[in-house]
């Protein structure tokens, strides 16, 4: 163009893009020729695409084909025939993969879950980044929902206006208006009548009244139509009830038109079936039950009366006949049946049942008897229908004369005999049945029961026939095993369970010792032994876990694991002289298990002796001279009886010849507990020079300076052990109290930062960084500013500490109370259900005044043998129970604290550390704790 601009038009001369179709963006279906795709060209070679993969580095792709047999199309052995040894080996290589598959399971699962977890936590999901602002929702009022701007058109595209308006016509608006109106006005018409007036369709007035009366008249007539008043031709009155008639409607059985076609079906069915098949007694009595079921109990027993002349050697026809008939005439039927089947035993028992004296079906039963003497049943039955020991004790020794095999009338005999007589019976039931193993049993449970009575310690016959208990049992497995008679031993298991709960325990363990090396391996019998042991116990079945303990202590006396169940057991549901016992024969077999030796000093100390304690520690010495558990807890006894000489002169005899740095690090802490600050400054410096790793020795150092006001010292001593020791978070902690107690709140959070640098992903440094921010906060009066900055440290925690449940309890407190419930989900799913968490959970629920929920979730809060190690939440249970719960509840929750034996949680150390607290008990620290929790 003459003017230099450009011509906008000039487009439309432009060479169309390849595979341009026009219309196709705005919907329209194109189609294209061949002058649009042009002339038809040849494709490169496969040199070139060869050569051009070689250049990108990919690899060729072959041709599946390019390796078959010509000669054979389908497969190299397609020709070949797939037999049963083929089909045998595919099925072993399929074994065998899904073996290594399950083996390899447990492992890629594991691996595939951390896996996921580290994605998740580097790559979380939108809805889980934005989980908190959507819970923030909540509390957005509704002000701020109506001050949120509208979203406008972001696509920058014009729309089309719909401004268009029409008029809307006046019978519109007039219609609508009516709509809304009430008239509160009576017609005149209708006023002068009288009222209103609904006519029916025919003219007249339906009166609901006068037809209710009708009805009920109706009614009263078809009642005395039948009722007493009319009688019938005989002159007898009818039984028709007219009080109860319409409650006797209640029980008939209305059935619908489909069940009557089904029973008519059925009938002709079954009807069928019994021409057909008149010998077939199921068919009779489906046929009968079909009938009864359809309420004509005349034609089921006509049915079932036909049945028992077809099929009389059927004793099910037979009872079924007995059942549909009335007891009179079920007595006939059943003396009829023991014409045709007297061999039945069910037959006679019936017959029996028909009686109602107990007479009666002794009569019956004993005539039973005289047709089917070999039947257990029946003598069982008899011989329960006997009012006295004797005369049972006779039908009994007829019946094992009859039936010499059956071990139950055997044993029954045997127990309603004299013991001496018991003996001969059980003799002579060994050697009519000498493959029952219930017979030994019971003659063991015999032996035993003869010494019950006595004193086996004081009467040495007691003992002699306890002894004998063992050999008969033992004796017994020997002969089964003669006779081939194998039981396993999870079978000798549950009988020695059985006799546990008959409370024959020396019998149960007679049983243990004898079979307990029944299908073992020699190899696997100390696994084996334990896991058998551990499973009976959780059965509550001790007598079979001790004597399975005693055997295995024989057979390895040496393995002190044993010996601590062992003692474990009898503390938990033995005596003491029976604890007493084990440990004894404990240190005697494992002199140098260091915690057995502590185990009986200390199960003497609680009883009372002290004198026996000091002489297991003595011993306990000569065993283990340089033990220092030992020297500690010897210490440890003098300290707390009152002996402080005789502790100190231990623990300086145990600085000389063990020396380890506990034993320094305890001399250490009886020094301060005793307020001797220079000695116990002067041992802290010894042990320094010895051990300058041992972070511990630092702290008390730094204690005794600070309670002794010199805070340069204690700062110094800090100082020392951050520099030796910058792994422990103890002495991060101590020296960041030290210097917000002196005012520095700036330099106790960097000597914190300075700590998390040292000791990455630490909850403890966090938690107290978190504490520092909210004490500072408190302190200022709780200004927003301060609360935010303790809010903004809490959350980087949880981002350093994603699982920390002492970081999510903070973060829970640290919410609005409406917002507490919604955090403690997230913080019991993040930290899986973390101890403190719960604890926290119980406290929430304590505020809200849900007693019994509470209650649940503090027990949960120490429910595994690791949670319970953590006494803060014994603390708060107990504030929670003398609160809201009873003087019982609040005892309980202290007998499980005191058995547990706590000695962790923050609060819980503090007070069980301080000086002023030393010797006192774990009820008392536990009492001190509850009242200490904020």
Known sequence: MASGKPNKLAFLSMTAPASYVAGLGRGASGFTTRSDIGPAREGPSAETIAEAQAKRGEEPEFDPEQFQ????????????????????????????????????????????????????????????????????????????????PEVGNLTRKKRKRDDRMFAVPDSVVVGDRSKTEYTNALDAQQQESGGFETPAESGTLTNFVEIGQARDKILSLKLDQVSGAATNVSGTSTSVDPKGYLTSLDSVVIKSDAEIGDIKRARMLFDSLVKSNPKHSPGWIAAARLEEHAGRMVAARKLIKAGCDQCPKSEDVWLE?????????????????????????????????????????????????ES???????????????????????????????????????????????????????????????????????????????????????????????????????????????????????????EAEKCEQDGSLRTCAAIVKATATVDIEEEDRYDTWVADADAALGKGMVGTARALLAYALRVFPDRRT????????????????????????????????????????????????????????????????????????????????????????????????????????????????????????????????????????????????????????????????????????????????LEEADGRSIKARSLLEKGRLANPQNESLWAEAVRVEERAAAASGGGSQAQAQAKAVLARALQDCPTSGVLWSLAIWAEPRPARKARSVDALKKSKDNPTVTCTVARLFWTERKIEQARRWFARSVGTEQDKDLGDNWGWWLRFERQHGTTEYAEEVIKQCVAAEPHHSPVWQSIAKDDANVGKSTKEILLLVADALQ
């Open 321 to 369: 006949a007995a059942r549909l008939h009335q007891n009179s005439d079920a007595k006939v039927i059943l003396a009829n049946a023991v014409q045709h089947v007297g061999q039945s035993v069910k037959i006679w028992l019936a017959a029996a049942d028909l009686e109602h004296d107990n007479k009666s079906k002794k009569r019956v039963l004993r005539k039973a008897l």
């Open 562 to 737: 044993l010996w601590r169940k062992a003692a474990d057991l009898e503390k938990a549901y033995g005596t003491r002289e029976a604890l007493d016992s084990v440990l004894a024969r404990a240190v005697h077999h494992c002199p140098q298990a260091e915690v057995l030796w502590l185990m009986a000093a200390k199960e003497k100390w609680l009883a009372g002796d002290v004198p026996a304690a000091r002489e297991v520690l003595e011993r306990a010495f000569v065993a283990n001279p340089e033990s220092e558990q030992i020297w500690l807890a010897a210490v440890k006894l003098e300290a707390e009886n009152g002996e402080l000489g005789v502790a100190r002169e231990l623990l300086t005899r145990a600085r000389t010849i063990a020396g380890t740095e506990r034993i320094w690090m305890k001399s250490a802490v009886f020094e301060r507990q005793q307020g001797r600050y220079d000695p116990a400054l002067e041992v802290v410096s010894t042990a320094l020079s010895k051990y300058p790793k041992f972070a511990k020795l630092y702290m008390i150092q730094g204690q005794i300076h600070e309670k002794r006001g010199n805070r340069a010292a204690a700062r110094a001593a800090f100082a020392a052990g951050l520099k030796a020791c910058p792994k422990d978070e103890t002495l991060w902690i101590l020296a960041s109290r």
């Open 69 to 148: 047999d010509p000669d054979n199309e389908v497969g190299l052995f397609a020709g070949t025939t797939y037999e049963q040894d083929d089909e045998e080996a595919d099925n072993i290589y399929d074994a065998v993969d899904r073996n290594m598959d399950a083996r390899r399971k447990a492992r890629r699962e594991a691996r595939e879950d951390e896996e996921l977890a580290k994605h998740r936590a580097e790559r979380p999901k939108i809805q889980q980044q934005f989980s908190d602002l959507k819970r923030g929702l909540s509390q957005v009022s509704d002000a701020e929902w109506e001050g949120i």
């Open 372 to 494: 089917i003497p070999n039947s257990v049943r029946l003598w069982k039955e008899t011989v329960n229908l006997e009012d006295s020991a004797q005369d049972a004790r006779v039908l009994l020794a007829r019946a094992v004369e009859v039936i010499p095999l059956s071990v139950e009338l055997w044993l029954a005999l045997a127990r309603l005999e004299t013991p001496a007589k018991a003996k001969a019976v059980l003799n002579k039931a060994r050697k009519a049945v000498p493959t029952s193993h219930e017979i030994w049993i019971a003659a063991g449970r015999l032996l035993e029961q003869e010494t019950a009575p006595q004193a086996p310690e004081a009467n040495g016959d007691a003992m002699k026939t306890l002894e004998l208990v063992d050999k008969t049992i033992e004796a017994g497995v020997r002969e089964l095993r003669r006779h081939g008679v194998l039981l396993t031993r999870e079978q000798w298991l549950r």
